[in-house]
Nanobody
Framework: QVQLAESGGGLVQPGGSLRLSCAAS????????MRWYRQAPGKERELVAH????????NYADSVKGRFTISRDNAKNTVYLQMNSLKPEDTAVYYC????????????WGQGTQVIVSS
């Protein structure tokens, strides 16, 4: 059974940091690209960061570039999102997503973890 379990969300003050984790099971993690998305109340889900199956390439939304870092540990079947210099506009539910690296296909979603940036 495929599972993606996010953790690490919470309440943080502006300027603070959080590290999200997404633990994967039930599929061959190392041949899946991984992405972090977020969805704020009343807004559409947006792509935050992308990492290739080897971890050799990453991409970020302009809104988080220079503040967020996506990484993965294929030995631990886990993808991370290090979030620094957090802003109130980063408040959202953050989801991880897995997609097979070698052809377009329906991917897998996690259940999400809430991040609230507020003083």
């Amino acid at each position: 059974q495929v599972q993606l379990a996010e953790s690490g969300g919470g309440l943080v003050q502006p300027g603070g940091s959080l590290r999200l984790s997404c633990a994967a099971s039930g599929f061959t993690f190392s041949i899946y690209v991984m992405r972090w998305y977020r969805q704020a109340p009343g807004k559409e889900r947006e792509l935050v960061a992308h990492i290739t199956h080897t971890g050799g390439s990453t991409n970020y939304a302009d809104s988080v570039k220079g503040r967020f870092t996506i990484s993965r540990d294929n030995a631990k079947n886990t993808v991370y999102l290090q979030m620094n210099s957090l802003k109130p506009e980063d408040t959202a539910v953050y989801y991880c997503y897995a997609e097979y690296a070698f052809r377009s296909s329906t991917g897998y979603w996690g259940q999400g973890t809430q991040v609230i940036v507020s003083s």
